[in-house]
Every structure is written in C-alpha cells, then in structure tokens.
T-cell receptor, first 114, second 114 residues
Framework: EAQVTQNPRYLITVTGKKLTVTCSQN?????MSWYRQDPGLGLRQIYY???????DKGDVPEGYKVSRKEKRNFPLILESPSPNQTSLYFC?????????????FGPGTRLTVT | AQSVTQLGSHVSVSEGALVLLRCNYS??????LFWYVQYPNQGLQLLLK??????LVKGINGFEAEFKKSETSFHLTKPSAHMSDAAEYFC????????????FGKGTKLTVNP
C-alpha cells in the first residue's frame, strides 16, 4: 500500500530534550515536506526537500532541522524543543512539486512540549 | 507570491443541504489549485485539483469545484451534505514553472447537523 508513515504519533516531552520525528514514504517520491498545523493558522511549511541531499527552508524553519540522506526518509529534528513548538506535525511527499502532482500526507504527529 | 483565502473558518449546514466552501487565491501566474480534506485525527487527503484541463472539476465523495479566473475563486460545492462530510477542508495553491511549495489556506471546518 502506498503510504507516508510517521513516528511517533503522539509525543510528550520537556523543554530542551532533543527529539526526532521520523517520516518515510514508499512511493519513490522525490519531493518531501514537513508542515505544522496550529488552530486558526492552517498548515505552515517548515522545511522541504526536492531530492536526496537537497533541503530548503519553508515559512517557519526556526528551531527545526531536517536531513535527506535517503530518498524514502525525511526526519524532522528538534534540537532543543520549546513550548511554542507544541503542534500537530505532518509529513508529506509528492512525485514532483513543479507540476500538479498531489501531495500525500502522513497521519500526523501530535507533539506537546512542557 | 501566491496566497489563499478561505472565507469562513466554520460552516454549518443541515444534512441534505448544499455545501459551499469559499476559496479565493492570489497568483501572478496561472495556478494549480487543490482542495484537501482532513477528517478528525487523520492526515489530509486530496479531494480534487484544478490543472487547467477543465474549469469545473469533479472530485471524490460528490464534491466539485469551479475555477473562475475573473473572480480568482475556486469554491468547493456539494449538492447534498452527508453526516460523513463533517471535516476540515483546506484550499491550496501552487504555481506552474518552478514553485517549490504548496500554500494552504487556514481551513474551513464543516459541521453537518442532523
């Protein structure tokens, strides 16, 4: 089954404790992206990757890091989480973003930073 | 830069009534337009997309949207609401010719009353 998987689905952590949210897709997609969803703000892009070893900042990259060492994986790293990073996070992938191909979304990771 | 405005963060309809969710976009070049749906505790999934093939686009679950260039609109409609349509709906825009991002509106939460 074609899908985007994220782990963990739920995470409660404390300020400053490094964490990684994994994202994996099995569709051989070139483009991958991370979004955060907050009430009243919709989805905002954090980082995206056009291909392996190619990443770039989205609209809200502060406090986040990403890497793309393999085509299928695109982990999101929070080196020192803070309460304002409490949010619902989505990973997405697409065959290509420079066309009309749709993005496929993972199920989301709900992160709470206390 | 492209942007999307969704009018009404909450829309409430009765079961069997017309659903109309509004989306206006801003883009200096011909856009691709998308509607995504998010059911409770799930990721986003594509309802339909406009890629210039036809101005009236039909999607899944009986939804359709009409691209109106003169009004810069891409409103989503469904003739008869069903309880299972209760969800949050997001309009999104990308542009042809090299944009690396999909820009989302803030979302409209649809409630269907029995």
């Amino acid at each position: 089954e074609a899908q985007v998987t994220q782990n963990p689905r739920y995470l409660i952590t404390v300020t400053g404790k490094k964490l990684t949210v994994t994202c994996s897709q099995n569709m051989n997609h070139e483009y991958m992206s991370w979004y955060r969803q907050d009430p009243g703000l919709g989805l905002r892009q954090i980082y995206y990757s056009m291909n392996v070893e190619v990443t770039d900042k989205g609209d809200v990259p502060e406090g986040y890091k990403v890497s793309r060492k393999e085509k299928r994986n695109f982990p999101l790293i929070l080196e020192s989480p803070s309460p304002n990073q409490t949010s619902l996070y989505f990973c997405a992938s697409s065959l290509s973003i420079i066309t009309s191909y749709e993005q496929y979304f993972g199920p989301g990771t709900r992160l709470t930073v206390t | 830069a492209q942007s999307v405005t969704q009018l009404g963060s909450h829309v409430s309809v009765s079961e069997g009534a017309l659903v109309l969710l509004r989306c206006n976009y801003s883009s200096s070049v011909p856009p691709y337009l998308f509607w995504y749906v998010q059911y409770p505790n799930q990721g986003l999934q594509l309802l339909l997309k406009y890629t210039s093939a036809a101005t009236l686009v039909k999607g899944i679950n009986g939804f359709e949207a009409e691209f109106k260039k003169s009004e810069t609109s891409f409103h989503l409609t469904k003739p008869s609401a069903h309880m299972s349509d209760a969800a949050e709906y997001f309009c999104a825009v990308s542009v042809r010719g090299g944009s690396e991002k999909l820009v989302f509106g803030k979302g409209t939460k649809l409630t269907v009353n029995p």
